[in-house]
């Protein structure tokens, strides 16, 4: 942020060029509200930590609704990182979180691996989120 001025500039550049640009670890460290007003991202990678805990209780899921409305408001996508558990995944369903990953999909794997996984089409099962619960949650 020291030198958000031309870091601005060369970001702006990159994305004139057709790059989509993320902004990693979004909530913790050095990624903050600051650089969602100096930077034009894309997207936004909500950092593990919060989904983690977003099975745990209201208030956790409460503040990925407040990073997810945000980003939406902003024209960003978000992906949820760290994603390791069924539950997980079914709150970020409720919360109409754009992307995820983590363990609940794959491990990390080499390119020979990713090649395999990618030629299997394989479907990941995923919770089914209640109909009645979709309606009662904003979008």
Same mark, same amino acid.
């Given at each position: 942020?020291?030198?958000?001025?031309?870091?601005?500039?060369?970001?702006?550049? %990159?994305?004139?060029?057709?790059?989509?640009?993320?902004?990693?670890?979004?909530?913790?460290?050095?990624?903050?509200?600051?650089?969602?007003?100096?930077?034009?991202?894309?997207? #936004?990678?909500?950092?593990?930590?919060?989904?983690?805990?977003?099975?745990?209780?209201?208030?956790?899921?409460? %503040?990925?609704?407040? %990073?997810?409305?945000? !980003?939406?408001?902003?024209?960003?996508?978000?992906?949820?990182?760290?994603?390791?558990?069924?539950?997980?995944?079914?709150?970020?369903? #409720?919360?109409?979180?754009?992307?995820?990953?983590? @363990? @609940?999909?794959?491990?990390?794997?080499?390119? !020979?691996?990713?090649?395999?996984? #990618?030629?299997?089409?394989?479907?990941?099962?995923?919770? #089914?989120?209640?109909?009645?619960?979709?309606?009662?949650?904003?979008?």
């Amino acid at each position: 942020m020291e030198n958000a001025g031309p870091a601005s500039l060369l970001l702006a550049q %990159i994305k004139a060029l057709g790059v989509h640009l993320l902004l990693d670890d979004f909530g913790t460290g050095y990624s903050s509200l600051s650089y969602l007003h100096n930077f034009r991202f894309d997207t #936004l990678k909500l950092d593990r930590s919060f989904v983690a805990r977003i099975d745990s209780s209201g208030k956790h899921a409460e %503040i990925v609704r407040t %990073i997810l409305s945000l !980003a939406r408001a902003l024209g960003m996508d978000v992906v949820a990182e760290g994603v390791e558990t069924p539950a997980q995944v079914a709150q970020l369903q #409720l919360l109409h979180c754009d992307y995820a990953q983590g @363990y @609940y999909f794959a491990r990390p794997m080499d390119a !020979a691996q990713l090649a395999g996984l #990618l030629e299997s089409r394989r479907a990941w099962p995923l919770p #089914l989120a209640s109909a009645s619960s979709l309606l009662h949650q904003p979008r």
